[in-house]
């Protein structure tokens, strides 16, 4: 196990309980990294240009790794790439930010083809600013007169264009094919179900409950890197649930666009299911709403989301209804569960129901016959069958998507003009 300390500079005048928030996350984050942190420090001040802190808290550092024996050094925040040489080569180990430390984890639990591409875009949209930066420094010990700078530069930094070029468009392939899946799903008469939320918020731990399974949760950050999809039925409506990635605080514009064909996941569903931690205090809800509603408020296009209040167990009643009177707008349609123990799941099964794509009800008359019996068969495989009355008919009242009340009316009349005309 590696062992790490921990830098966050803050700025001044900043909100401390924020930046408390931000410390553990970043503790968090290189336990899921398999680190050890051996140290944290903090310093208060504007940015340096050549250290991020000030020159003599690296010196400061740079003796801390000797006495604490650790292997690197990771910044909460996002570092340049003249202040990672400047600060390892005062320090003598490795130095990575918080962002690098994200693609760590992500890149040791990319599995498939999708998660591996999507990891290596982030990689290289991470790398494409600093590129020029990155080759001066490469070369700084390399002979005089080797190749020219700038023709290296430009090659170096055309490559990376061209590797980001090309993993895009076979994302964008599994994009249309994930779309395309979705629209199949919906001739199915299935609806798509997401949970979405901060990390750790439980959403793992509550798609298990909902489904009745076991998939792998821990107490860690990023468990969930790639979606988990299972069917669940809601008062005979068929859903498939999906269980995503969750979201960081401050997560980047280009770590956030790497990751889009994961987040599709979300922006393809027809509800959303919300997920905090009720447990923390109202402004850490209050924060990390307003993270998740920024990540995905563009995409969803009035799709409904349910705020799932989990955890609901820790806290007492009176400490709810204070989280609940703070979160306010960003809040819609609340439910309060615990995964833990199923309290609430009758409500929030009651509530992903009524805001599931509305279907309509109807009722059709059928012949008395084999082909009569094979339509009611497939009615309630498409729809919710309430009743049926076998008399010199059968007769069918359903309640399906638009879709199949046209197609069940135009067996109907197809079958009403056959037999007229016999």
């Known amino acids: ?36 942190v051996v140290g944290d420090v903090t310093q208060t001040r504007g940015t340096d240009r050549k250290y991020q802190i000030g020159r003599g808290k690296v010196e400061e550092l740079a003796l801390m790794v000797e006495e604490l024996g650790a292997d690197g050094i990771i910044f909460s925040n996002q570092l340049s790439t003249t ?55 490469l070369k700084k010990e390399e002979r005089p007169g080797f190749m020219g700078l700038g023709s290296y530069e430009d090659s170096y930094e055309q490559d990376i264009k061209s590797r980001i070029s090309r993993i895009r468009k076979e994302l964008a392939s599994v994009q249309k094919d994930n779309e395309s899946l979705r629209v199949k799903r919906h001739e199915r008469g299935l609806s798509i179900v997401a949970l979405a939320g901060y990390t750790s918020a439980g959403k793992s731990t509550l798609f298990n409950a909902l489904v009745d399974e076991d998939v792998h949760v821990e107490d860690m950050l990023f ?42 996941e979300i922006f393809l569903a027809d509800v959303i299911l919300l997920v905090v931690d009720a447990s ?81 009800r109807d009722t059709v008359s059928l012949p008395m016959s084999e082909y009569g019996m094979s339509i009611v068969s497939w009615l ?26 046209k197609k069940a009316r135009g067996i109907e009349v197809k079958q009403d003009l056959k037999h007229s005309s016999t």
């Open 380 to 405: 309630f495989d498409e729809g919710i069958v309430h009743n049926i009355n076998y008399k010199d008919r059968i007769i069918v009242d359903f309640e399906a998507r638009d879709e199949i009340i």
């Open 83 to 137: 202040q990672i040489y400047n600060i390892s080569e005062t320090c003598k180990c490795e130095v990575i930010d918080k962002f690098q430390l994200i693609l760590e984890i992500f890149a040791e639990r990319a599995t498939t083809k999708r998660a591996k591409l999507q990891v290596e875009l982030a990689k290289l949209q991470y790398e494409l600013p600093k590129a020029k930066a990155i080759v001066s420094l």
């Open 223 to 264: 468990t969930t890197l790639l979606p988990i999809t299972r069917a669940l039925n809601i008062r005979e409506r068929r859903v498939l649930l999906t269980d995503t990635v969750g979201f960081i605080e401050d997560l980047p514009h280009w770590m956030v666009d790497a990751f889009r064909s994961t987040l599709n």
């Open 280 to 360: 923390e205090s109202p402004d850490i809800i209050r924060q990390k709403l307003v993270t998740s509603h920024d990540t995905f408020w563009e995409q969803i296009e009035g799709v409904p989301i349910i705020t799932v209040l989990n955890k609901v167990d820790r806290i007492t009643e009176d400490e709810l209804q204070k989280r609940l009177e703070n979160v306010g707008y960003l809040a819609p349609n609340p439910v309060t569960v615990s995964a833990k123990n199923g309290l609430g799941f009758d409500e929030l099964k009651m509530e992903i129901y009524r805001q599931l794509p509305k279907w309509k």
């Open 1 to 36: 196990m590696k062992r790490a300390i921990l830098i966050q500079r803050n700025e001044p005048k900043s909100d401390e309980s924020k930046n408390i928030r931000k410390l553990i996350e970043l503790q968090d984050l290189a336990r899921s990294a398999n680190y050890k």
